[in-house]
Structure formats: C-alpha cells, structure tokens
C-alpha cells in the first residue's frame, strides 16, 4: 500500500496537479481508513506519512491525519468508494471559478467525464457542507471540483482515482487554449453565481 501511494504522491506532484505539500490521498479497507499525514509531502511519502484510523471514529493518531480527515469519511460513508484523491489541479481551480460546470469538448474527456460539478461551499477544507454535499454527487461522478479549492475523485484503488484527476486537468486545459483561440463555446457555463450543485 506504501508503495502505491508514494507511486500516485509523486505522479500528482509531478503532473502539476499539486504544490508540494498540498492535496491528499485515502484508501478504505473495511472499517479503517488509510490517510496521507496532515502536510505531508506527497512527492516523497514515507511510511510515517500514513495514518490509520477509524472509518467512523477517531483513532489516537488522528491528530496527524489530513485536515479533510471527515471529507474523507464521508465519502467513504455515502459511496462505494474504496480510494479518494485530493489535489489542487490550477486549470480545474481556475476553471471551476467562472463555470458552473466543467464540460468537456475534447474526446477523451467527453468519454470519462460528459460534465465536472463545481461545487460552491461557503468554507472549502473539512467543513460540514462539504461533507454534506460532496458524497451524493460522487455517487454519481467520478469526479467533482470544489469551486476555488480543488478536485476529489473516487475509484475503487488509487490509480482510478488518479486517472480521473490526471484526465480532467488534461480537459481543463483543452478547454482554456481552445478558448485562447476563439473557440466559441468552449466555456459552456451555466447561470453565474447559481451553481447546479
């Protein structure tokens, strides 16, 4: 398990997909969870950056667990999710404040995705509402986008996760330089200020 997370740590960082130390990742193995340490480096992960703790209680470490330690739980609780990562991809960041939705218009993209949720929340890191609002609209998407923070993605291991992460940068991207070229409608977007989510 070790190594898979430092494999994906490092492949985030490298992708630019992650700042050093930000975003994290989790896998769930029954009742217990499998989380990157709060700050943790996630291109150079050790084995003391992975934290064991409860499904649905607090263990003694779970003050070194990631700050999004309950967002985490409550995917796990309200999904079938068996893996989550958690990055903060600057194109879908960017994206994500301008659009309701994230649709893609190229090929690969339109395969794995159709449409990205933007989520607004009032408070973005391991609040309530996004705790609350996040886990229904994974049971559905692969993927979502807090508006302004970052992606969370689902799989059933940590490379599905990552691929949806990877892959949706790689949209947000086509998105952004067909725009630069005049594409027109490429940042299709719903009401202004009236997220769907």
Same mark, same amino acid.
Request: charged residues 20%.
């Given at each position: ?19 050093? =130390? ?12 499998? +989380? ?14 992975? +934290?064991?703790?409860? &499904? /649905?209680?607090?263990?003694? /470490? +779970? ?8 967002? =985490? ?12 990562? =958690?990055? /903060? ?44 609002? &996040? ?10 986008? &807090?508006?302004? =923070? ?48």
């Amino acid at each position: 398990m070790l190594e898979q997370f430092r494999k994906f740590g490092r492949e985030l960082f490298l992708q630019g997909v992650n700042s050093s =130390h930000s975003g994290n990742m989790s896998v769930r193995m029954g009742d217990r969870i499998f +989380i990157t340490r709060r700050g943790s480096m996630l291109s150079d992960l050790t084995e003391r950056d992975i +934290i064991e703790t409860g &499904l /649905h209680g607090d263990d003694s /470490h +779970i003050v070194l667990a990631s700050t999004e330690i309950k967002i =985490h739980r409550a995917i796990y609780q309200g999904t079938s999710a068996l893996a989550i990562v =958690h990055a /903060h991809p600057p194109m879908a960041i960017a994206l994500s404040l301008i659009c309701d939705e994230i649709i893609p218009i190229d090929t690969e993209g339109i395969y794995y995705f159709k449409t990205v949720p933007v989520i607004a929340t009032e408070l973005t890191v391991g609040s309530d509402e996004v705790a609350e609002k &996040l886990p229904p609209v994974l049971g559905n998407y692969r993927i979502a986008v &807090l508006r302004g =923070h970052g992606s969370f993605a689902v799989g059933q291991m940590l490379e599905e996760a990552f691929q949806w992460t990877s892959s949706l940068e790689a949209t947000c991207r086509v998105i952004y330089f067909a725009a630069q070229l005049g594409f027109p409608g490429a940042l299709a977007r719903g009401k202004q200020g009236e997220p769907s989510w």
